[in-house]
């Protein structure tokens, strides 16, 4: 008997979705789950989908239920002969199921334009401004007036919303460090790629595109910690482009600003970190600034000053420790991607003592 | 116009004779039979369908759990790409074209498409194109950089990837271009008489809507590959806003092309499945002219939303609030087909085979990804969706919950018409119900998975984020798909095992294509029907008493035998068994002329002689074809 067996199946796929919608309610620890919003931004959004999640259930247990119905009802039945009346429609019907999904949609419709244009607006009142490069593949936060650089942790206030300006930049860029370049020239972006810039627990997700300077607001309501990720596909190490945002209180939040406008110490002569940094000096400053480190001024790469004061690296991918760096350090590609290429980083082909001592030097720079 | 052509006067012989192999290896290249044709795209684009779906298998493979290690970042890279290219231009278009080629003159009463030649072409020109890019894999890198393939990525990226992606998709943008003209045209002006449009069966409608659909997309996505060709290859800018390009030109460009192209993938499923519902539930379409007419208006709207893609681009609240409204638009006329497919179902008599169970998931199936796509048009709703797994769900439910299963309800519907062989009816059952089940556990999850923050085309994710048991379930159920894929190999092998057994009209079906024996004559029909109404081939078999009781004609009775009956038009057809019937002629040049086409490729590629050799080649197969003589 198919048809029985037709039933059974809709149904425990019906049983199967009510499970996952509830399963999903309460998965453990979903640091990027879209449904649990953390701030007034991610919440406007929930609230609008939330609704239309539920308008959709119900089309759906209507639509499904009435097919199923008609499955079972319809059903040819052993030793029926005569044929069906052929019934080529009804204009009626027609006309209503036109016209109710159309209803059902203007309904759906208003709360979407009206979403649309609060959440497009930079916000009124204290706004902390912060310029988000999106580099192959790592997070540049850079705090205008603040004279604060840092690289994948992004730190923000509790209460207060964040406008960020979101541009991406690449190798070209490089070679013109220029601060903040891309947001005041918009082609000096050298071969940057796109990406996208999404920490689900505060906002939506807005595309970072070479040329064009796109903005997204960000509020978190609560302290904590909140992951995100790039969410456009920007090449080989895509997937390791991760970020998180520490939403601390006020006076947390102004004293980790006091402490990121420090300079870097010089390590003490003849100590480990004094080699570290003469290995520092020869290499890394190629890419690598360090405020207070009068060699060290390019900014390809993340500005190191206070690599102590992030838990996480390359791509918030490895937790900020000093065997991560040691075996980062050995060859980053190695760890990050798997293959040739996976970081931008090139491998320097630095011995064991070297890297012993470089990473001495990395662990000062609090 | 060549479906009786008149015998060639003293044929010429030497280098242009045409070919005359009716049967074996060289008759196969050298067709120009729609149905040979149709058959040669249907077996390609499933032998594309295994090969993407292994790419999924490694896909779900590497994701089952946290930290993945079975493919390397690149490797995942070449393999999503791939599996997505695969499945839309070398899988569901080209199954379609299949189902295309071999009803459109079938179910329009004609003996043949009105260019043959170019039909072969066509065929070529698509294996060429498939194989063209999939050769990358041993060429120095297969494309990398999505389906999509977004500038700059596309354009900046070291390495030939990309290239093969540019070259290969113009090759089958070409064989579907010239296949939309040639099938467009068929069916405009070889209908048979009586056939007027509104007679025609909802299949050949939606089949003129996606040819329609096709000649006004593909020019767009063709400009496109030029200019990313242009700006790899050539050192043009049109993608880099270092020099003043811009990369949102192509996101705009592709998505121009992109959403028509999801109704160039779906409406031919539609149209499947409004033939296979009427004649199973035994009933004619409800509402035929509003499916026809919602269709059209699909079409038409298709092309006013495109930038739903584009939400989190950064268009601007205008852009973003118009392109919201209309992606809700076009939900409407969708919704309409659905109802009419389901009071199609209504007071009738549901027999269950195989492809009434694909036809009814569909419609099921179908409605999930309707009612996800509405979320997505809420557009701050899709400031979180977008680029998570959350579309990577709707996606599939319109693309493979919809169109495959469609297409799966054609094949089990057809089978028997094509081949004059019944699948097997329990195996077909089975089929069915592991790929319900096993498309239900693949995808289902993944609502779930994008809505706890997993973005798309990610090779790998940590284990704090809680996605891991989703993960393992969606892998589970891929490989449930891949075992009912198996079991549809085993049952088509299985039918080709036995003497040939199907009858004419095994279904007791309702349109032309019916009416002539399973499989067809090579002229299709004896002599070209003469069409009274729309499913013809039923008025043939039933008439109504003023009740509204339906009784079978008496057989023997008039009109019963559709060859014969009075419902036959005299002066075409010349007597029994077709004898003086003149069919086009085979010919070598369409697949020579095609041949040139991946040689220029590799010649843009790697050396410019190659593609001088290639535009040779082409020419002769042109110019061959313009002057080989009309018939032997």
Same mark, same amino acid.
């Given at each position: ?17 009510? *499970? ?41 247990? !209507? !639509?499904?239920?009435? /097919? /199923? ?26 006309? @209503? ?21 609060? /959440? ?96 997204? !607001?960000?509020? @978190? ?137 470089? !990473?001495?030097? *990395?662990?000062?720079?609090? | ?55 999924? +298998? ?96 596309? $354009? ?21 271009? %010239? ?12 209908? %048979? ?87 199973? %539930? ?61 009071? $199609? ?68 519907? #057809? ?18 119900? +592991? ?33 891991? =048991? ?7 159920? %891929? ?27 095994? #279904?007791?079906?309702?349109? +032309? ?46 009109? $019963? ?55 040779? =080649? +082409? ?14």
């Amino acid at each position: 008997m198919p048809l029985r067996r037709v039933s059974r199946t809709l149904l425990g796929a019906v049983g199967l979705i009510a *499970l996952v919608v509830l399963a999903a309610a309460c998965a453990p620890n979903a640091t990027q789950d879209t449904l649990k919003p953390a701030g007034p931004y991610a919440e406007k959004i929930d609230n609008l989908f939330r609704p239309v999640f539920w308008i959709a259930t119900a089309v759906f247990v !209507v !639509v499904e239920g009435l /097919l /199923l119905y008609l499955a079972v009802r319809y059903r040819h039945r052993k030793g029926r002969r005569e044929i069906p009346p052929q019934v080529h429609g009804n204009q009626r019907l027609e006309i @209503a199921w036109t016209i109710v999904p159309a209803i059902l949609l203007v309904g759906v419709a208003i709360p979407t334009v009206s979403g649309i244009y609060a /959440l497009a607006a930079r916000p009124s009142g204290q706004v902390l401004d912060v310029n988000v490069i999106g580099h192959q593949w790592w997070w540049e936060f850079d705090y205008p007036g603040l004279d604060v650089n840092t690289a994948n942790v992004l730190h923000i206030p509790v209460g207060q919303p964040v406008y960020l300006s979101l541009c991406a930049a690449g190798a070209g860029y490089e070679e013109q460090p220029a601060p903040h370049g891309c947001l005041e020239e918009a082609t000096n972006v050298g071969d940057s790629v796109i990406h996208s810039f999404w920490v689900p627990r505060l906002g939506g997700k807005q595309d970072v595109v070479p040329g064009r300077t796109n903005h997204l !607001v960000l509020e @978190a309501d609560r302290p904590g910690t909140y992951t995100g990720q790039c969410a456009e596909f920007c090449g080989l190490s895509h997937a390791d482009m991760r970020l998180k945002v520490i939403a601390q209180p006020r006076d947390e939040f102004d004293a980790w600003v006091l402490a990121q406008q420090a300079d870097a110490p010089t390590p003490a002569g003849g100590s480990l970190a004094a080699t570290g940094l003469e290995v520092f000096n020869g290499q890394c400053i190629a890419c690598h600034a360090v405020q207070g480190n009068p060699q060290a001024v390019n900014i390809g790469g993340p500005n190191l000053t206070h690599l102590m004061s992030r838990d996480c690296f390359a791509g918030c991918i490895f937790d900020m420790t000093r065997a991560n760096l040691a075996s980062w350090l050995k060859d980053p590609s190695a760890v990050k991607g798997g293959v040739p290429g996976g970081a931008s980083m090139p491998d320097y082909n630095l011995t064991d003592e070297e890297i012993r001592a470089l !990473v001495a030097y *990395l662990m000062t720079l609090k | 116009m060549a479906t009786v052509s008149v015998p060639a006067e003293g044929a010429r012989g030497g280098l242009l004779r045409r070919p005359t192999a009716t049967t074996g290896f060289w008759s196969w290249i050298t067709t120009v039979d729609h149905k040979r044709i149709g058959i040669l795209y249907g077996i390609t684009a499933f032998a594309f369908f295994l090969i993407g779906g292994i790419e999924a +298998l490694f896909i779900r493979l590497q994701l089952a759990q946290p930290n993945g290690k079975i493919l390397s970042a690149s490797t995942y890279n070449e393999f999503f790409t791939m599996h997505g290219v695969t499945m839309i231009f070398l899988v569901v278009m080209p199954l379609s074209a299949a189902f295309f080629n071999y009803f459109i003159p079938l179910q329009i009463g004609a003996r043949d498409v009105a260019f043959p030649r170019l039909n072969a072409f066509t065929y070529w020109a698509f294996l060429a194109g498939g194989l063209f890019i999939y050769s990358g894999f041993f060429l120095g890198g297969a494309p990398n950089g999505g389906w999509f393939g977004y500038a700059p990525l596309s $354009t900046v990226e070291p390495g030939n990837n990309m290239l093969f992606y540019a070259l290969g998709l113009l090759m089958t943008g070409i064989a579907s271009t %010239a296949s939309a003209m040639n099938l467009a045209v068929t069916i405009i002006n070889m209908r %048979a008489p009586g056939m007027t449009m509104f007679r025609m069966p909802v299949f050949m409608w939606m089949a003129l809507v996606v040819q329609l659909l096709l000649a006004f997309a593909l020019p767009i996505i063709t400009v496109g590959l030029f200019q990313m060709l242009f700006d790899r290859r050539f050192g043009t800018h049109f993608f880099d806003p270092a020099a003043g390009g811009d990369p949102v030109l192509w996101q705009h460009m592709f998505w121009l092309f992109g959403h028509p192209e999801v109704y160039i993938l779906v409406l031919p499923a539609m149209g499947i499945v409004s033939e296979v519902l009427p004649v199973f %539930a035994r009933k004619p379409l409800f509402g035929y002219q509003f499916v026809v007419f919602s269709g059209i208006a699909i079409g038409f709207i298709g092309f006013g939303v495109w930038a739903h893609h584009m939400f989190a681009v950064g268009l601007g609240p205008v852009a973003n609030t118009a392109f919201g409204i209309s992606t809700m638009i076009i939900a409407v006329p969708t919704g309409v087909k659905i109802f009419n497919w389901m009071g $199609t179902l209504w007071k009738g008599d549901i027999r269950f085979t195989t492809p009434m169970l694909f036809a009814v998931a569909f419609i099921g199936q179908f409605v999930v990804g309707g009612l996800s796509g509405v979320t997505h048009a809420v557009v701050p709703a899709d400031y979180q969706q977008t680029d998570t797994y959350y579309i990577v769900a709707h996606f599939h439910y319109v693309l493979f919950g919809g169109a495959i299963f469609g297409l799966f309800s054609g094949v089990y519907y #057809w089978w028997p018409k094509v081949f004059g062989r019944m699948l097997d009816e329990r195996i077909g059952k089975l089929n069915f119900w +592991l790929m319900v089940i096993g498309f239900n556990l693949t995808f289902g999850p993944m609502h779930i998975l994008g809505l706890q923050g997993m973005p798309r085309r990610i090779q790998t994710y940590p284990p704090t984020l809680g996605l891991g =048991v989703w993960n393992l379930v969606a892998t589970i159920g %891929a490989f449930i798909i891949a075992t009912s894929v198996l079991i549809f190999l085993l049952n088509a092998i299985a039918s080709f095992r036995r003497p040939r057994d199907a009858a004419a009209d095994p #279904w007791d079906a309702r349109t +032309l294509e019916w009416s002539v024996s399973s499989p067809p004559p090579a002229y299709n029909f004896e002599e070209i029907p003469v069409v009274h109404s729309l499913d013809e081939l039923w008025h043939r078999k039933y008439a109504e008493t003023e009740g509204g009781i339906v009784v079978p004609v008496p057989a023997g009775g008039a009109g $019963t035998d559709p060859a014969h009956g009075p419902g036959s038009a005299g002066p075409e057809g010349h007597g029994a068994g077709g004898h003086a019937i003149h069919l086009p002629g085979p010919s070598y040049f369409p697949v020579v002329a095609a041949l040139g086409l991946p040689l220029i490729g590799y010649g843009v590629i790697f050396h410019m002689w190659m593609a001088v050799a290639g535009a040779i =080649v +082409l020419l002769v197969g042109v110019y061959g074809w313009a002057i080989e003589p009309t018939s032997e």
